[in-house]
């Protein structure tokens, strides 16, 4: 597949794709880097990214917003054509993680090391930063991968981890970091805390378009989000190591190194988060912040997250569905298909082929037990293998025919959800439902479903040349 | 001087409207932006945003905070202590 070496490399195929929008008119921090980025995600599913080079304030300060914040921009970040579609990306994303482990590849020297601050650390001057959302308790770094090493195994690469958690700028080299007990992070802390020491950081910002979404992938604890990088790529994934051995991608703009600081906990939030509603505020870790490297004028990115669908739905589209996928798959290989597109999976759409009736609905109670799903997974649609899960019209047309609530709709009362859903009563409990969307076969014989249209002879033919000759109308 | 003069509105934090507030950053190009925070809630807020987000008196109702109440606030994840140790909170 096409491999971008950095952001800068993948921000150049965006414009030539047509998928790079540069604002050069003076903007103000706040509100027009938010609002225009909201804007962007009001207008449809094919939205570019947003360059702005011209900020009130400061001199040479580049932003870049809703860089993964559409399909196409998704396809050409996985590297494929831009009109792939949804369904095609997917499979994409199941071929690259069924090859983990990939490898990867340190080297010694990257751009991001060209600048380096140590003295008076200054996060304000180094960086533009802003405020999202009206609501937002101050300025969060919300698109950058934090990567940690268990000290427990600190020569255990295959359990150091990456991920993308919201941090809180709190002073010019002072963050929040918002880890739950989930999060492979939290580990890293409570093994430091115990040890009665910090736990080393290192933040990378601005990176490559495919390391952002394998930061976003939900992995097991012993799963490196750079063989995963490497895996998907087909070639090694490059890294840089730091001076306390934290490997960070070779194409990032800025790195941040510090450290999280044993046993402290301090007020953050409240930030607009991907259910569509603030978070709250609560008591958080800290990290204190020693050096920052970047590039020559470096670009800043950021991801909108607002009411769904953001650029943040798309980051946790496919890294959401094809870890599902692999779960339920590996019991159910009927299954071909999961949509988890919806608020990071809170709804998720499965296709699956049925052995006999009932079928379904234990394909749906798999998908409600996957790692995933236990904490998200509230309302699972189950349909046929000839439905596609990712085509809402198609999945409202199953819905529409196929269901009779009678004997199709469970509801299973009080299981675990994320607490950042806010129907969760109490916090984190719901009831979860299992609507089954597929054709009723024996024994469950029922309803009338004898004669279901297809297609006219040689409409896939047709298909292929109209959409050949469609693209060349551009 | 009026009661919307920014320099008024700088003396109270928007959000817990504690008087605890110092100017974190003024920008890069001089004279553009001044950033203030209050270290009790840890608010930041810029002399360029919208009305809503900088003066106490506009400021959203369902966002402020009570300074009393921080102290409070569930803490996540648990701190772990050392072993030998009695539990940190």
Same mark, same amino acid.
């Given at each position: 597949?096409?491999?971008?070496?950095?952001?800068?490399?993948?921000?150049?195929?965006?414009?030539?794709?047509?998928?790079?929008?540069?604002?050069?008119?003076?903007?103000?921090?706040?509100?027009?880097?938010?609002?225009?980025?909201?804007?962007?995600? =009001?207008?449809?599913?094919?939205?570019?990214?947003?360059?702005?080079?011209?900020?009130?304030?400061? =001199?040479?300060?580049?932003?870049?917003?809703?860089?993964?914040?559409?399909? $196409?921009?998704?396809?050409?970040?996985?590297? @494929?054509?831009?009109?792939?579609?949804?369904?095609?990306?997917?499979?994409?994303?199941?071929?690259?993680?069924?090859?983990?482990?990939?490898?990867?590849?340190?080297?010694?020297?990257?751009?991001?090391?060209?600048?380096?601050?140590?003295?008076?650390?200054?996060?304000?001057?180094?960086? $533009?930063?802003?405020?999202?959302?009206?609501?937002?308790?101050?300025?969060?770094?919300?698109?950058?991968?934090?990567?940690?090493?268990?000290?427990?195994?600190?020569?255990?690469?295959?359990?150091?981890?990456?991920?993308?958690?919201?941090?809180?700028?709190?002073?010019?080299?002072?963050?929040?970091?918002?880890?739950?007990?989930?999060?492979?992070?939290?580990?890293?802390?409570?093994?430091?805390?115990?040890?009665?020491?910090?736990?080393?950081?290192?933040?990378?910002?601005?990176?490559?378009?495919? %390391?952002?979404?394998?930061?976003?992938?939900?992995?097991?604890?012993?799963?490196?989000?750079?063989?995963?990088?490497?895996?998907?790529?087909?070639?090694?994934?490059?890294?840089?190591?730091?001076?306390?051995?934290?490997?960070?991608?070779?194409?990032?703009?800025? &790195?941040?190194?510090?450290?999280?600081?044993?046993?402290?906990?301090?007020?953050?939030?409240?930030?607009?988060?991907?259910?569509?509603?603030?978070?709250?505020?609560?008591?958080?870790?800290?990290?204190?912040?020693?050096?920052?490297?970047?590039?020559?004028?470096?670009?800043?990115?950021?991801?909108?997250?607002?009411?769904?669908?953001?650029?943040?739905?798309?980051?946790?589209?496919?890294?959401?569905?094809?870890?599902?996928?692999?779960?339920?798959?590996?019991?159910?290989?009927?299954?071909?298909?999961?949509?988890?597109?919806?608020?990071?999976?809170? &709804?998720?759409?499965?296709?699956?082929?049925?052995?006999?009736?009932?079928?379904?609905?234990?394909?749906?109670?798999?998908?409600?037990?996957?790692?995933?799903?236990?904490?998200?997974?509230?309302?699972?649609?189950?349909?046929?293998?000839?439905?596609?899960?990712?085509?809402?019209?198609?999945?409202?047309?199953?819905?529409?025919?196929?269901?009779?609530?009678?004997?199709?709709? @469970?509801?299973?009362?009080?299981?675990? %959800?994320?607490?950042?859903?806010?129907?969760?009563?109490?916090?984190?409990?719901?009831?979860?439902?299992?609507?089954?969307?597929?054709?009723?076969?024996?024994?469950?014989?029922?309803?009338?479903?004898?004669?279901?249209?297809?297609?006219?002879?040689?409409?896939?033919?047709?298909?292929?040349?109209?959409?050949?000759?469609?693209?060349?109308?551009? | 001087?009026?009661?919307?003069?920014?320099?008024?509105?700088?003396?109270?934090?928007?959000?817990?409207?504690?008087?605890?507030?110092?100017?974190? +950053?003024?920008?890069?190009?001089?004279?553009?932006?001044?950033? /203030?925070?209050?270290?009790?809630?840890?608010?930041?807020?810029?002399?360029?945003?919208?009305?809503?987000?900088?003066?106490?008196?506009?400021?959203?109702?369902? /966002?402020?905070?009570?300074?009393?109440?921080?102290?409070?606030?569930?803490?996540?994840? +648990?701190?772990?202590?050392?072993?030998?140790?009695?539990? +940190?909170?």
């Amino acid at each position: 597949m096409r491999t971008y070496q950095d952001l800068r490399e993948f921000l150049a195929v965006l414009e030539q794709q047509g998928q790079l929008l540069r604002i050069t008119d003076e903007v103000s921090l706040e509100p027009d880097l938010g609002a225009a980025a909201c804007a962007l995600t =009001q207008l449809g599913e094919a939205s570019p990214a947003i360059q702005f080079s011209n900020i009130a304030g400061y =001199q040479n300060a580049r932003v870049v917003l809703n860089v993964h914040g559409s399909w $196409p921009n998704h396809a050409l970040a996985l590297g @494929m054509d831009r009109d792939a579609s949804p369904r095609d990306q997917f499979q994409r994303f199941v071929d690259g993680y069924s090859q983990y482990p990939g490898e990867f590849r340190r080297v010694k020297d990257a751009p991001w090391q060209e600048i380096v601050v140590e003295d008076d650390v200054n996060l304000y001057d180094l960086m $533009p930063l802003f405020r999202l959302n009206r609501g937002d308790g101050g300025h969060f770094l919300d698109k950058a991968c934090a990567v940690s090493r268990d000290p427990d195994a600190p020569d255990n690469d295959d359990v150091e981890n990456v991920g993308i958690y919201r941090l809180q700028v709190k002073g010019p080299n002072r963050l929040g970091i918002l880890a739950v007990p989930q999060h492979d992070i939290a580990i890293h802390l409570a093994h430091a805390e115990r040890r009665g020491e910090d736990l080393p950081v290192a933040i990378a910002l601005g990176t490559d378009p495919i %390391v952002t979404l394998m930061a976003a992938t939900p992995m097991l604890y012993d799963q490196l989000e750079y063989r995963m990088a490497g895996a998907l790529q087909g070639e090694p994934y490059q890294v840089v190591a730091t001076e306390k051995r934290l490997d960070v991608p070779w194409g990032s703009e800025y &790195v941040l190194e510090g450290r999280m600081l044993a046993g402290q906990r301090e007020l953050e939030g409240p930030f607009g988060e991907f259910p569509g509603y603030y978070s709250g505020c609560h008591r958080y870790p800290v990290i204190e912040i020693d050096r920052v490297s970047h590039r020559k004028d470096p670009i800043y990115d950021a991801v909108y997250v607002g009411r769904p669908w953001t650029e943040i739905d798309y980051l946790q589209a496919m890294t959401t569905s094809a870890p599902i996928y692999a779960q339920v798959s590996a019991d159910f290989p009927e299954v071909s298909a999961v949509n988890a597109l919806y608020t990071h999976g809170l &709804v998720v759409i499965v296709s699956t082929k049925t052995r006999y009736g009932g079928f379904a609905k234990a394909v749906g109670l798999r998908v409600l037990t996957t790692t995933h799903g236990l904490g998200y997974a509230k309302v699972v649609i189950v349909v046929d293998d000839n439905v596609d899960p990712f085509d809402l019209k198609q999945v409202m047309w199953a819905i529409s025919v196929k269901v009779n609530p009678d004997h199709d709709v @469970m509801s299973l009362p009080n299981l675990s %959800v994320n607490p950042l859903d806010p129907a969760g009563q109490p916090t984190g409990v719901a009831n979860k439902m299992i609507i089954d969307a597929t054709t009723p076969i024996a024994p469950d014989v029922r309803g009338d479903y004898g004669q279901e249209l297809d297609t006219p002879q040689g409409t896939d033919e047709w298909r292929t040349r109209l959409a050949s000759l469609i693209k060349d109308l551009r | 001087m009026s009661d919307r003069d920014p320099d008024v509105i700088a003396r109270k934090c928007p959000r817990c409207r504690s008087t605890t507030i110092d100017t974190r +950053a003024t920008s890069p190009v001089a004279g553009v932006w001044i950033l /203030f925070a209050c270290s009790t809630c840890l608010y930041v807020w810029r002399s360029t945003e919208p009305e809503e987000n900088r003066d106490p008196d506009r400021y959203p109702n369902a /966002f402020r905070l009570i300074p009393q109440d921080l102290a409070v606030l569930p803490i996540l994840p +648990a701190i772990q202590s050392r072993p030998g140790q009695l539990d +940190a909170e």
